[in-house]
């Protein structure tokens, strides 16, 4: 796997198939893609990383792909998820991973995005809308 593979796999996977709809490989590849960008940070990939999150958890993928995030620099990771956050067109998958990312990286960038999170009719995304909101009151300075 080298980088140029693992970003035209994401590319090719916003979002990855339903958890009843992903193949093995497909899990596979996605985990190798994961890995290879713990080792090898690259800015490029968290967005497309947060964009690939299918309905479900990926087959216990998609809460790993946060490790991929503490590798790259913070304000990256921030403006990711505030882009990704404020698109109005993001499955709810993606909105519902996104969210729980903005829990891990507070920033009061994301305020906005997560107003929209909190304003979804899905009771998951509103629940980890207010534990990420929670965690911009708890952020260290």
Known sequence: MNKNQALHFLKS?????TDSQITQEQAETYDEVRIYFIKNPDSKS????LRSFGNGDGLGMYQLVEDVF????KSDVVSGIQ?????????????YWTTQAAAAFPDDALRNGLSLSLASS????????????EMLGAKKP
């Open 46 to 49: 968290i967005e497309l990383f």
């Open 83 to 95: 882009t990704v956050l404020e698109d109005l067109s993001i499955p709810d998958g993606v909105r």
């Open 13 to 17: 996977h916003q979002p990855m198939p």
């Open 122 to 133: 899905i009771e998951d995304i509103r629940e980890a809308a207010e534990l990420a909101v």
């Open 70 to 73: 503490y590798q790259c620099e």
